[in-house]
């Protein structure tokens, strides 16, 4: 393993205690270590900058994990060894080409986006900014005229939680620190229709297919006027009830009966 490389800590196959262990080594042997999320937007984290150097631990968001992993790297070797840079100073030597800078995270995404930082230092009382890059013509995600892909995989995550525009990014801040299903993120998206999602009618049958998807199905099932894809975020936070299928496996169907049970069944079984 390379000393300070990133990992994504559920496809790494470790427990939480050789996952702990991992830092601590990490950070001790090297100073600093980068952790990734996986997800439909992805982000990375350091561990250990704020330690080391007392400097700020950075997060990046919206990019490929490997490569979001590898900037961040960058981006302390940097910081360490010259002069401290302001919140929305641009500077160069992180990314090929293009500036990135840095804004202070606002304490309310600490406890969702990043656990692992408090339990690395026993607190959340620890200074973390955010790596933002621009889109390839240099505009900052809060220009107007920036590319859609800028401004929306990347949060303002330097608003705080409650004051930020509803979207993905929200529903991870809102939802991540209790989220039930830890094998899919609140900004996943699954199919239910706007009637699910507004309690208009009830999901009367639930499929969670061999590759992991979710559907959450009307007494229309997969007509056209009732198919869509919503956040599973924004379902859950309308429906909290559907916690009940955290434990449903892959390939299986639960629909309910007119006798207002559940039932559940796997597709390979037959019926």
Known sequence: MPSHAGLDCCASGRDRGSWDRWIRDTVAEVGWA???????????????????????????????????????????????????????????GVLDRFPVQTRSIHPSWYRSLFPTIGGYYGTFEVPVRQLV?????????????????????????????????????????????????????????????????????????VTHDADGGWDFLDERGYA????????????YQAQPWLARFVAMEPDSQAWLDADGQWHTRRFSAGS
């Open 133 to 205: 890059w621009p889109d390839r013509d240099g505009r900052w995600p809060w220009d107007p005229a920036a590319t859609l892909t800028c401004r929306e995989r990347q949060p303002s995550a330097w608003v705080p939680l409650a004051e930020h525009p509803e979207g993905a990014w929200r529903l991870m801040g809102e939802l991540s620190a209790d989220w039930p299903f830890e094998y899919l993120e609140p900004d996943s998206t699954v199919m239910a229709s706007a009637e699910v999602v507004a309690g208009t009618l009830p999901i009367v049958a």
């Open 224 to 235: 056209d006027e009732a198919a869509g894809w919503v956040h599973f975020g924004k379902l």
């Open 34 to 92: 980068v952790v990734s999320v996986s997800g439909e937007t992805p982000y990375a984290f350091t561990i250990g900058v704020w330690h080391s150097y007392e400097l700020p631990e950075l997060g990046m968001f919206g990019l490929r994990e490997q490569d979001m992993q590898t900037w961040l790297n960058n981006c302390v070797r940097l910081l360490r060894c010259r002069e401290p840079v302001a919140d929305g100073e641009p500077f160069t």
